[in-house]
């Protein structure tokens, strides 16, 4: 679809139309829409109708998607009037190094290294040729994602099985490693690497650990091994830094992350017990947990999912992980893959007895239309009598499918994140000092649990974010496209800083920065108050962005 015909049905929207269409884009659901547009259920659902029509998609969150790509796209022309800045970024990454051993055949270096260019374009990774019949692949200087370490240790196994296929007897001499670090590069305004400069202390620390690995191993250095802990990746040996390269293939994706008790959810678990109970009846019901990252989402579906044994309910825990990943699905019960039609099926099965519960984690992974259909699948389940936890960042909402009832994960209090703080920092001991950290920890972690913890975890290193953090912020502000200039320009300031300080300091005009702060305003990155005064809705963005700060 060329650029005209793809922009002109929001150019055919009617005023109303639009309106909607940015209240869609809120997240409202047909109840808020009705309310807030002063028109009846049924209005609202002619106006969608007649939306989805004209956009030309099936549901809202197509529409949703349509109106975010197109609006990023339109607004690439009008960001003219801003200056082209080259950003210099202190950037999180991952680096994959391999070779294969000085004689080895022509035919498969060029193998490998086809194989590890090939991989790092479909994973906006920068592949490195060098001498010596070896390569490195360079994982978040383009765009971060929270899978980043998954996807550099996929990227190993399939070009191992690449070469393996070919000539088995080089494979066998093959040697690798994985290390976690950062990098310093070049980067555009809105994100991306400028394709110029890059450096990184950790390209050079994954050749070092490559040199003392011998031929058929693979190395995980111990930065790296922390981002496969909170990332959800099982079955690395712990009892030794290097591992057979075939074994890769058995490491499983899991998506679990690490524990931690579960603290002021009280409510929320009420809910979804008194739920489980009604289950017994033969009173289905079906939840929609949603929440920002590390606000405890798997955390509230695993405490469920361990009390149902006490109720000899039957359940099933399945985690969705990305596209990068394969778009596959993780049986947590049976600790194997599945498929979509796998859950489609445990949900419309008759249950052998009541309660049953079924969850599915991390389902804003999912495409809309996967999403829709176990959405219909879940429908089927509630009126068999059974319990059905989708949770997400943002869940889809059929339009035609039962109401669920949403359990929206806020920040939780100070006083309630001081005891994990404390158990994570393992009683080391301090009295007042300790004290001290906790409260400080509790504040930069501003309500949300995962933060605390890695927080504490973390705590007697120096005063940048550990680097799981930064990889899993860094993730969501790439996805954004914000403007990172204006976004240093506020993180400069504690407090953050006035618009007009901000335009005058970055030399662009008021109304452009206007546009910008508008927009990370709307993504939820920044406030901006009636006197227009502009700072970060979360500690922690504005650290994350601070380190990225080189000058």
Not at 48 to 75: C, G, H, P, T, W
Not at 260 to 285: D, F, N, P, Q
Not at 310 to 323: D, H, K
Request: aromatic share 4%; net charge neutral; hydrophobic share 45%.
């Amino acid at each position: 679809m060329n650029e005209l015909n793809r922009q002109k049905p929001f150019s055919d929207l009617t005023a109303r139309q639009l309106q909607i269409l940015k209240l869609l884009q809120a997240g409202k659901p047909n109840k808020e829409l009705s309310e807030e547009l002063g028109i009846g259920l049924g209005t609202v659902k002619q106006h969608l109708v007649a939306l989805f029509k004209k956009l030309k998609v099936k549901n809202r969150a197509m529409a949703v998607s349509l109106a975010i790509d197109i609006q990023q796209e339109q607004e690439t022309p009008r960001l003219s009037s801003l200056r082209t800045t080259i950003l210099l970024d202190r950037r999180p990454c991952v680096v994959l190094s391999v070779s294969l051993p000085q004689d080895a055949d022509l035919q498969a270096v060029r193998l490998m290294h086809g194989s590890l260019a090939a991989i790092a374009a479909a994973n906006d990774a920068i592949f490195l040729a060098r001498s010596g019949n070896a390569g490195d692949v360079i994982f978040g200087i383009q765009r971060s994602t929270e899978y980043v370490i998954a996807v550099a240790l996929q990227t190993a196994q399939a070009m191992h099985g690449d070469l393996l296929a070919a000539d088995a007897d080089m494979a066998s001499q093959l040697r690798g490693c994985l290390t976690a670090g950062h990098a310093f590069a070049s980067m555009q305004r809105f994100g991306g690497w400028t394709g110029e400069a890059l450096a990184s202390s950790a390209i050079s620390s994954a050749r070092e650990l490559l040199d003392t690995v011998a031929p058929g191993y693979f190395a995980i250095d111990s930065s790296a091994r922390g981002l496969t802990a909170l990332f959800g990746i099982e079955g690395l040996p712990e009892d030794t830094d290097a591992m057979p390269l075939r074994n890769i293939e058995q490491l499983r994706w899991s998506a679990n992350r690490p524990g931690y008790e579960l603290t002021g959810r009280i409510a929320e678990m009420t809910k979804l017990y008194a739920a489980l109970e009604k289950s017994v009846l033969g009173h289905g019901k079906l939840f929609h947990i949603e929440g920002e990252m590390g606000m405890g989402k798997s955390r509230l579906c695993e405490e469920i999912f361990r009390l149902c044994p006490s109720r000899s309910a039957i359940a099933s825990f399945y985690r969705c992980l990305p596209a990068a990943l394969g778009q596959r699905y993780y049986d947590t019960s049976s600790r194997e893959y599945c498929a979509i039609e796998d859950i489609d099926a445990r949900l419309r099965a008759q249950p052998g007895r009541l309660p049953e519960l079924v969850i599915v984690d991390d389902i804003h992974l999912l495409p809309a239309a996967q999403q829709a259909m176990l959405a219909s699948a879940a429908e089927t389940a509630v009126q068999l009598g059974k319990l059905v936890v989708f949770a997400g960042r943002k869940v889809v909402r059929a339009t035609d499918a039962s109401p669920a009832e949403v359990i929206g994960l806020r920040r939780l209090p100070p006083q309630s994140l001081q005891g994990l703080v404390r158990k994570a920092l393992r009683k080391e001991g301090g009295g007042k000092n300790r004290t001290n950290t906790v409260l400080n920890i509790c504040s930069e972690a501003a309500g949300v649990p995962l933060f605390a913890i890695e927080l504490a975890r973390h705590h007697k290193q120096d005063k940048q974010l550990p680097l799981t953090l930064q990889i899993a912020i860094n993730a969501r502000l790439d996805g954004l496209h914000l403007d990172r200039g204006l976004l240093r320009e506020v993180a400069k300031q504690t407090a953050g800083i006035s618009l007009e300080d901000a335009a005058q300091n970055m030399g662009e005009n008021i109304e452009s920065v206007r546009q910008q702060a508008s927009n990370s305003v709307a993504a939820g990155v920044l406030s901006l108050t009636a006197d227009e005064w502009i700072s970060f809705i979360h500690p922690l963005l504005r650290l994350a962005i601070n380190d990225t700060i080189t000058d």
